[in-house]
C-alpha cells in the first residue's frame, strides 16, 4: 500500500507535469533569441544547419521522439561538452522547455 506521502508526491509530480505541458512558449523564444541563436536555428520551419553545424536546429529537437518537456529539463539542467554553461532558473528551463516543445508538429 501507499504511503500518504507517496500518493502527495505522486499527485504533485502528476500536477507539475500538467502545467509545464500549459506553459506559454512566448517566454522560451525570448530566451533562445537570447541565449541560442549563436549555435543554433530556433525559429519554426528552420531545419538547415545553424551558425554551428553541430548544435541541432530546435525545430528537428522537437521532432525527435524521446523530446518531452521533462527530457528537455533535465538535458538543460545539465552541463555539455562543446555548449556554453548558461545559468538558468528553474522557471527559464521550463520557459525555454515549453517552446521547444511548442516546435513540434501537431498529430493529426
Known amino acids: 500500500m501507499f504511503s500518504r506521502f507517496t500518493l502527495c508526491l505522486i499527485a504533485t509530480l502528476c500536477a507539475s507535469a500538467a502545467m509545464a505541458q500549459q506553459t506559454d512558449p512566448g517566454p522560451g ?22 551558425p554551428m553545424a553541430a548544435a541541432p536546429p530546435f525545430q528537428l529537437v522537437a521532432r525527435m521522439p524521446s523530446t518531452t518537456q521533462l527530457a528537455l529539463h533535465v538535458f538543460l ?29 501537431t498529430p493529426k
Open 29 to 50: 523564444r525570448r530566451l533562445a533569441e537570447r541565449f541560442c541563436t549563436s549555435c543554433h536555428e530556433i525559429r519554426p520551419g528552420e531545419t538547415g544547419a545553424g
Open 77 to 105: 539542467s545539465t552541463s555539455h561538452a562543446g555548449m556554453p554553461n548558461i545559468l538558468l532558473t528553474e522557471q527559464e528551463i521550463d520557459e525555454l522547455a515549453a517552446y521547444i516543445v511548442s516546435l513540434a508538429p
